[in-house]
């Protein structure tokens, strides 16, 4: 148990180092909220317990965590980060109450098993989509995502919702997903099973999806090419202004965060004359890069804007 207790400490002291959740590619405009302060997102961010996430209207937010599963948002999506951390696995001897483990926890387990990844995430507004990845059937993780009035418990390995003013959805693409409403808990184990709940009314009886419908719902929560995305690792940067007061540039930069704009100020020198330019970087080729120039040419402050890496 101490050694346990130990590797649990070494284990939380890495997750300060390297996030449990980080922002893996986004198409802005999009603002990480912590503390009570709203900023704009940034791709490769270290996302933490009590964060929030807004998505604007165009935009999506891919989001990695350490277990290998990602988590996609749609636009106008308002996402909060209720719990992450590493816990010990849940132990259980067999019988009701490994059952009810299962239903309540996603994951059950008997004996010593290592720590697992312990999340509850929450989608207040818009679409998403949960996909594990290749540990996706080891019980390493225990996930659970509240849409509107309900909550799924993770076993599946691909889950996708939406919360909405006329009601809450949760289907099923593929695995297992146990959903809790009220008191109520049910399993959906069928790909392309789906739970509803209309907007102040009771829960209606399990439906099924099409596969048309289920890729028209995928595609609210996908990147779209072309439109700016940006990755941790992309090398290609939007020059969107320069001048030689460096207030000026700060001025829309500030317009553009108030946007959902992350950009940065930074000094270059052309013609033997300082200048203060302001960028947004991280776009993942030359056709993203163009795209996302496009949609900011004219506005904000921002004129004539070129691109480079």
């Known amino acids: 148990m101490r050694l346990l207790l130990f590797l649990l400490s070494l ?16 198409q802005l405009p999009a603002w990480l909220e912590r503390g009570g302060v709203r900023q704009p997102l940034l ?6 317990q009590g964060d929030g996430l807004v998505v604007g ?45 299962r239903q309540r926890r996603g994951v059950a387990h008997s004996g010593e098993a290592p720590p697992l ?37 993770i076993r599946g390995t691909d889950v996708w919702g939406k919360s909405s003013d006329e009601k809450d959805l949760i289907c099923l693409i593929e695995g297992q997903v146990v959903v809790q409403h009220g008191t109520k808990l049910l399993s959906l184990q069928d790909p392309l099973s789906f739970f509803v709940v209309p907007r102040g009314q009771p829960p209606l009886p399990v439906g099924a999806a099409t596969e ?21 690792d992309g090398g290609w940067q939007v020059n969107l202004f320069a001048s030689p007061e460096r207030q000026e540039t700060e001025t829309i930069r500030a317009r553009l965060a108030e946007n959902g704009y992350g950009a940065e100020v930074v000094e ?9 330019r302001l960028r947004i970087g991280g776009l993942a080729d030359r056709a993203e890069a163009e795209g996302l120039a496009r949609r900011l040419a004219g506005r904000y402050g921002v004129a004539a804007p070129w691109v480079s890496n």
Do not use: C, N, Y
């Not at 818009?126 to 509240?146: C, D, H, N, P």
């Open 212 to 232: 048309e419908e289920v890729k028209k719902w995928a595609r609210e929560t996908e990147l779209e090419p072309g439109a700016g995305i940006l990755r941790h």
């Open 117 to 153: 990844l312990a999340a509850a995430l929450e989608v207040a507004k818009g679409a998403f989509r949960f996909t594990t990845g290749s540990l996706g059937q080891t019980g390493r993780r225990e996930v659970r995502i509240k849409v509107g009035a309900a909550t799924a418990g």
């Open 11 to 26: 284990l939380s002291l890495s997750a300060q180092a390297f996030p449990l959740m980080t922002v893996e590619a986004l």
């Open 43 to 48: 791709p490769g961010a270290g996302i933490r």
């Open 57 to 101: 209207g165009g935009g999506r937010v891919w989001l990695s965590l350490s277990d290998g599963s990602r988590v996609k948002l749609g636009e106008l999506a308002d996402f909060r980060v209720t719990e992450l951390g590493l816990a010990e696995a849940p132990k259980t001897t067999g019988g009701p109450s490994r059952e009810i483990a």
């Open 268 to 276: 270059v020198t052309v013609k033997g004359k300082r200048f203060h």
